[in-house]
């Protein structure tokens, strides 16, 4: 019953922003290092962001070089919600989103579970 409903893709201009939301349920999300991936047509799915709980109960966040500075995972526990905001969007970044269950605790991008993904376009 674990599920991940992934929302907010939607067309933008170069430059703008949008925020993708993730719903989670059927799982102990305190605990779950999540994820968000992105596969472009033709090319490979990759690891964008991820956050995990450290051993200290921070939460720290990690992200692909080509996102860094410019996109922000963020999760809120309570309502066991994970986000991406993103910024400064570049048409390079046309893809479809995927929110991700990690299948341990560390920032590896080996998820066990996948939304079914929210379609950006950035374009003008």
């Known amino acids: 019953q674990l599920q991940l409903v992934e929302s907010g893709g939607d067309l933008v201009q170069p430059g703008g922003s949008l925020r993708l939301s993730c719903a989670a349920s059927g799982f102990h999300f305190y605990y779950a290092t999540m994820s968000w991936f992105r596969q472009a047509p033709g090319k490979e799915r990759e690891g964008v962001a991820c956050?995990?709980?450290?051993?200290?109960?921070?939460?720290?966040?990690y992200y692909s070089d080509s996102v860094k500075g410019r996109f922000t995972i963020s999760r809120d526990n309570a309502e066991s919600t994970v986000y991406l905001q993103m910024n400064s969007l570049k048409p390079q970044d046309t893809a479809v989103y995927y929110c991700?269950?990690?299948?341990?605790?560390?920032?590896?991008?080996?998820?066990?579970?996948w939304g079914q993904g929210t379609q950006v376009t950035v374009s003008s």
């Open positions: 991700a269950h990690e299948s341990g605790p560390a920032c590896d991008y080996r998820p066990d579970y």
């Open positions: 956050i995990r709980r450290s051993g200290t109960g921070v939460y720290l966040a």
